[in-house]
């Protein structure tokens, strides 16, 4: 067989079709394989007939019609997949050849994967790509990270199919090095986990709060979608809201509320967790899907447990002003959150990330893509070392207008018994982030007196600790002091 494609693409589900259809509609000749091969045969004969795309019906054969160095991506199910993929497609690679995951696959295992191949002498590239299905067909926000020396090899092929910012600049750009592509990619949908969550509770504040129709909903959220709120998700929350099916029921109404998940949000938080970094807002939006599986649980609970019952009196337009600020507000706190969280992983990995570029990758095609990241950008521009979003001009004056109706948000979700748990730990930690004194001394004594864990002094040098024999029974031995 010729070797004459540019790349080629294992995995023909949504996101592996629609990105070959992209690369071929953008002057590139796509080999594709797919382990049940008769969906290669219906692709290259449906969507992707009279198009250049190649169908191979191996992997031997698929390596075969690529153009030196070979650049073969796998858009396939994350963990075992993957390497299985790699076991299959290796012994066909020489040298300098190119594997790309562009897959949602854990950062740890794009680490390890790097390094084995490239003891092998190929190259591997972890590619965080978002957008979904439309972003995939019509330009998505890539994030690829892993070889530095694979990214002039791939860079033409993925800034000529990404998304673009309406100033011109790509939504693609090498983020760094080992797992640092995937990892990004994971804070990302981290990110999205919150700004879904953040949304969601607005909705059923207005909606049980308020008492307001779907179609009020949808006019709110047009509105918003025209000033700072502008964004992917709110757009499609507007339409989500104004929908109606062929009966001309909310189609919306007709959903369960019960939130699946794949992963990727979980990641973070653990990863947090691991890193000692306070994630809170996205731990939340995590664990609210939890509770959201808990639906039986929950229906059997609604019947038994009794909550206020305050009724909401008041002006309806004056509450959804307050809804604005607060769901701006929490967003703010989300991206600060997960921001640190990508300085702590570069500092401990030895990755340099360029923040403001990673807010730039994500202004088009990617599910968070707002008006918003355009400000993180520029707060970046403007201060590269900054320690948090929260610090910023910007966002520090955006957070103070905000404030009054985010605590009158926070105050009115408690009396009418209507769970934030998002807005209200954004909240949290905000007031804990603006705290010089923390209530964390009694915390430390506590664990001193029980544990013998020491303490540090106000009136001392940090990095000296000291035990006090709290109930004249113990001795002077003291625990070791480590963080786990």
Known sequence: MTANADIGVVGLAVMGENLILNMAGRGFTVACFNRTTSKVDAFVNGRAAGKTIIGCHSIEALIGTLKKPRKVMCMIRAGAAVDAFIASVQPHLEPGDIIIDGGNSNYLDTIRRVEALEREGLRYVGAGISGGEEGALNGPSIMPGGSSAAWEAVRPIFQKICAYTDDGEPCCDWVGESGAGHFVKMVHNGIEYGDMQLISETYQVMRD???????????????????????????????????????????????????????????????????GQPLTLIGEAVFARFLSALKPQREVAAGLLEGPQAAFEGEADRVIADLEQALYAAKIVSYAQGYQLMAAMAAEQGWTLNYGGIALMWRGGCIIRSAFLGKIKAAFDAEPELANLLLAPFFRQAIARAQPGWRRVASLAVRLGIPIPAISSAL?????????????????????????????????????????????????????????
């Open 209 to 275: 709060g308020l008492g307001l129709s779907n179609e009020r909903m949808a006019d709110v959220f047009a509105q918003w979608n025209q000033g700072q709120l502008d964004s992917y998700l709110i757009e499609i929350t507007r339409d989500i809201l104004g929908y109606r099916d062929e009966t001309g029921q909310a189609t919306l109404d007709q959903i369960l509320d019960t939130a699946g998940q794949k992963g990727t949000g979980k990641w973070t938080v653990s990863t947090a967790l691991d890193a």
């Open 428 to 484: 949290a930690y905000f007031d804990g982030y603006r705290t010089a004194r923390l209530p964390a001394n009694l915390l430390q004594a506590q664990r001193d007196y029980f544990g013998a864990h020491t303490y540090e002094r106000v009136d001392r040098p940090r990095g000296e600790f000291y035990h006090t024999n709290w109930t004249g029974r113990g001795g002077d031995t003291a625990s070791s002091t480590y963080e786990v």
